[in-house]
């Protein structure tokens, strides 16, 4: 029944060590979201993908990297991460622009 | 730039009692959508409802209701005989549209506890 997988849900890794984030769906949704969404604040959108055109939002680093090589698969690369970057991640899907974008359970990444 | 407001950060009350969660919006869109979103302690976003900014409409789903009003800008979600259950962050977002796909823009995000 599970229509957006986040693999894995709880990561751990050390300060400046590459991670990599993954998302899948059922869905067959045209365009994938990646959402960074810290403690007792609201989702902030990083970038997106609409079929196979990457979107970056202007506001994030250039440490976050994604990469979406079919239309099931999107993967969240962060090179080189920092304390401040741990945080919950969420994938989404929509079908096209305007309809409802439906979530995955999140991968929490810690940074020690 | 558009944006949304939800002033309540935490409300608390006990189980039955209905509950209002507000949300108020601005845009300069004259198309846009509107929606509302639980996120459970559990951490994943699920979705309740979308709304056009055509349909004034209020919509009744079970417990829940939703009441859209433009002249106010305003997109408020009333729990009814609310539930343990209900206890979670709710995110009201508006919609707009870059570069062919849709950017959610969200409020803050108001706490709902439900205590039996």
């Known amino acids: 029944d599970a229509m957006v997988i986040q693999n894995p849900r709880y990561q751990v890794t050390q300060f400046g060590k590459p991670v990599t984030l993954s998302c899948s769906q059922t869905?067959?949704?045209?365009?994938m979201y990646w959402y960074q969404q810290k403690s007792s604040q609201a989702p902030k959108l990083l970038f997106h993908?609409?079929?196979?055109?990457?979107?970056n939002e202007a506001d994030t680093p250039d440490n976050f990297q994604s990469r979406r090589p079919n239309t099931s698969f999107c993967f969240l690369d962060i090179r080189s991460p920092g304390l401040g970057d741990a945080a919950m991640y969420l994938c989404?899907?929509?079908?096209?622009?305007?309809?409802?974008?439906?979530f995955g359970p999140g991968t929490r990444l810690t940074v020690t | 730039a558009q944006k949304v407001t939800q002033a309540q950060t935490e409300i608390s009350v006990v189980e039955k009692e209905d509950v209002t969660l507000d949300c108020v919006y601005e845009?300069?869109?004259?198309?846009?959508?509107l929606f509302w979103y639980k996120q459970p302690p559990s951490g994943e976003l699920v979705f309740l409802i979308r709304?056009?900014?055509?349909?004034?409409q209020n919509e009744i789903s079970g417990r829940y209701s939703w009441n859209f009003q433009k002249s106010t800008s305003s997109f408020n979600f009333t729990i009814t005989a609310s539930q343990v259950v209900d206890s979670a962050v709710y995110f009201c977002?508006?919609?707009?549209?870059?570069?062919?796909?849709?950017?959610?823009?969200f409020g803050q995000g108001t706490r709902l506890t439900i205590n039996p």
């Open positions: 989404a899907t929509s079908r096209q622009p305007y309809y409802e974008q439906y």
């Open positions: 869905l067959n949704h045209n365009v």
């Open positions: 993908y609409y079929d196979k055109d990457f979107n």
């Open positions: 845009t300069r869109d004259t198309t846009y959508y």
């Open positions: 709304r056009n900014s055509f349909d004034e």
């Open positions: 977002a508006l919609s707009e549209i870059i570069q062919g796909a849709q950017k959610l823009v």
